[in-house]
């Protein structure tokens, strides 16, 4: 009988874990299972808990994927992963073992049930050859502890359409490109490949599966969550081609015989930069509109500066960390990214659970790309893998996390010299929850 990356002894005849700490057996659940584990996910998200929502979950159920702390037959924790695709600065993909679903029972906190999962499958993840974990973090101060840090940032924008007067003038147009609407089943017909075209520009973006796509256009219903058939725009370049989408509700509300609406921008997305603006012109256009809230936009997107009164946007979410991510493979994660400035770094970097943990050597060559090795040589930067992690994206910079005392500067200058290696032309961005 040996051990188990969850922290606790495996039987090898029946594949379980027997019990750990307290008697809390930290296990994969079976298909049959579902329905009791979405149960506690719900308790554990603090919502009431739907009978047929057991049907989704069981479209997401992959073996060993779906986990569970069981305390004498209950559920009390939940914890669930899957694989996807990740952006890295330069347009390549490395493989990502994405983190979601992750609930402790208030009657069970304080007991290493988190940890106990989150390090087991981190460990497999590892195994499996992801290269990085992703997650979305509900509490800021939860997920350092593993290793992850703030890769992404959001922002978005309220825009007073009355003040913005439009869009100002000389910016660039699509010659012979038109805005149609689509129907649901036209979204799900042209925007998985649109999507994928567009991610691979976007440092931070994740692939979108198959069932991404059929529950947020209605074909697939998510008991306990709220889906209204929103308006869909998608631009077309004179050939045809479908280069950007817009993706909006608008409220109905009227101040008297004066129409008052909102349109509320839910997700955007255009491969350049002449198709957003003839998308923003048509979301600034639209009738009885007098606000445009966007809810999720890159925190670098020029939206307010395309506007006649740039004052017109005001702060929605005001560039709030969104994804993070932790570092299981250093050399896989950075040879695959590109890189801002020829020069060469080493990071000291401190990891408890092991994955990062070394000293790094970053050579850049004259075309960006770069070679990550482990190196001897003297570090220029001390810093951990949480930070690592903050910086990987180049959602942060090395000098700012210096100044916060979460970088050491070993060599004076090393702070400057490698934030111009690991600068990206376009901020981190992910537009999805998950």
């Not at 008697?23 to 329905?35: P, T």
């Amino acid at each position: 009988m040996g051990n188990d990356a969850y922290g606790g002894p495996r039987d090898p005849g029946s594949g379980r874990l027997n019990e750990g700490t307290g008697g809390i057996v930290v296990r994969a659940v079976a298909e049959d299972e579902v329905e009791g584990w979405d149960r506690a996910l719900a308790m554990g998200f603090l919502r009431s808990h739907v009978e047929s929502a057991a049907d989704f979950r069981r479209r997401q159920w992959e073996p060993g994927r779906m986990l569970a702390a069981v305390d004498d037959g209950r559920f009390v924790a939940t914890y669930r992963s899957y694989d996807v695709e990740l952006t890295v600065p330069g347009g390549a993909v490395v493989p990502a073992n994405a983190i979601t679903s992750v609930t402790v029972t208030a009657t069970h906190r304080r007991r290493g049930l988190l940890s106990r999962m989150m390090r087991g499958d981190l460990t497999a993840a590892r195994e499996r050859g992801s290269a990085v974990a992703v997650l979305i973090a509900a509490e800021y101060n939860i997920y350092g502890r593993f290793g992850f840090g703030p890769a992404t940032r959001g922002h978005g924008w309220n825009v007073d359409l009355h003040r913005a007067r439009g869009l100002r003038e000389g910016l660039p147009t699509v010659p012979g490109g038109r805005i149609e609407f689509l129907t649901m089943a036209e979204v799900r017909k042209v925007g998985p490949e649109l999507h994928d075209r567009w991610r691979v520009t976007q440092p931070g973006a994740l692939a979108r599966d198959e069932l991404w796509w059929q529950r947020h256009t209605g074909e697939l219903s998510v008991p306990g969550f709220e889906w209204k058939e929103p308006f869909v725009a998608l631009h077309r370049d004179a050939e045809g081609t479908a280069t950007g989408l817009v993706v909006y509700r608008v409220d109905d509300t009227w101040d008297g015989s004066y129409p008052n609406c909102t349109l509320t921008v839910v997700n955007f997305f255009a491969i350049d930069r002449a198709t957003a603006a003839e998308l923003w012109r048509f979301v600034l256009s639209v009738d009885w509109v007098r606000k445009v809230v966007v809810e999720n936009l890159g925190p670098d997107d020029p939206l307010p500066l395309l506007l006649g009164d740039p004052r017109a946007a005001t702060p929605y979410v005001d560039n709030a960390d969104f994804m993070w991510l932790r570092v299981l493979d250093v050399e896989a994660a950075f040879n695959a990214r590109t890189y801002g400035a020829p020069g060469r770094t080493v990071l000291e970097v401190e990891d408890g659970d092991g994955f990062a943990a070394g000293r790094w050597a970053i050579e850049v060559a004259a075309d960006g790309t770069g070679r990550c090795t482990r190196t001897a040589d003297e570090a220029d930067l001390a810093l951990s893998a949480s930070m690592l992690g903050a910086l990987y994206l180049g959602g942060e910079t090395v000098p700012r996390l210096a100044a916060a005392g979460l970088v050491t500067e070993l060599r004076p200058g090393a702070a400057a010299a490698a934030d111009l290696l690991l600068r990206t032309p376009l901020s981190a961005w992910n537009p999805d929850g998950f």
